[in-house]
């Protein structure tokens, strides 16, 4: 894998990103307005908005990063554009990487944009700093985005990019102490829990919630979160197929 190259995967794809506003409105405003409503709807509920706003500051970028990242790839491929990319010196890493570097930039200013409507706007309160929340919703999106990225090998339309949804992303949500305490289920589904990294996202977050510093158990979920990154795009390289037949 070639630095150079990556970094210039990456410098492409953030311009191609530059002229799609609809998907720049998607990463950068949605979020807000999503805890906008996540504001009004727990307006007298005490501290509930700041519990659930704070963990959707991780979710919400990991779900919209999926999303986004899985379609792009497969219109790379169905366009023929991969294929031809790999002609080149390109390899695969430094095209998946590339893709992992410019969202995790988009993901940043996303962060940026969301933790700040959400303090300055909204009135979240934690225990933590701000900035802990942001390195957190961007490791967490660039774990979507990888996920995205391997997803995207088994899919031939949009459509089916989109199934992956429910497959991936829901039991995560599902299982990551949002709704239930993970102590509190049943012992196979912890098991789970304890195997998918979303959880460990979640948890970090919790974190920043409750310390006023970083703590030994948020770095330590960080750190498995970005290894899982990391796996999912080593995969991702190993299933990824030149065009769609």
């Given at each position: 894998m070639s630095l150079h190259i990556t970094v210039a995967t990456a410098g492409r794809i953030l311009r191609q990103l530059r002229h799609d506003r609809r998907t720049v409105a998607l990463l950068i405003v949605v979020p807000a307005l999503l805890l906008a409503l996540l504001y009004f709807m727990y307006d007298d509920a005490g501290g509930t908005f700041d519990r659930i706003a704070l963990t959707m500051l991780g979710i919400f970028p990991f779900v919209i990063m999926f999303l986004v990242t899985s379609i792009a790839m497969l219109r790379e491929r169905t366009t023929g554009t991969l294929e031809r990319l790999?002609?080149?010196?390109?390899?695969?890493?430094?095209?998946?990487?590339?893709?992992g570097l410019a969202f995790g930039l988009a993901a940043a200013v996303q962060g940026v944009v969301a933790t700040a409507a959400a303090y300055w706007l909204l009135g979240l309160q934690t225990t933590g700093n701000a900035g802990l929340v942001v390195v957190i919703a961007v490791v967490n999106a660039v774990?979507?985005?990888?996920?995205?990225?391997?997803?995207?090998?088994?899919?031939?339309?949009?459509?089916?990019?989109?199934?992956?949804l429910p497959v991936v992303v829901v039991p995560q949500l599902l299982l990551c102490g949002l709704f239930v305490p993970r102590g509190q289920m049943a012992g196979w589904l912890e098991v789970i829990s304890n195997a998918l990294p979303l959880t460990y996202a979640v948890e970090a977050l919790t974190q920043v919630g409750v310390s006023a510093g970083a703590t030994t158990t948020m770095w330590r979920d960080l750190v498995i979160v970005a290894g899982a990154t990391v796996v999912a795009l080593v995969l991702a390289a190993a299933t990824l197929r030149r065009r769609t037949q």
């Open positions: 790999l002609t080149t010196p390109l390899g695969k890493l430094d095209l998946l990487f590339g893709y774990l979507g985005v990888a996920l995205g990225l391997f997803c995207s090998a088994f899919a031939r339309t949009e459509f089916q990019a989109v199934q992956f």
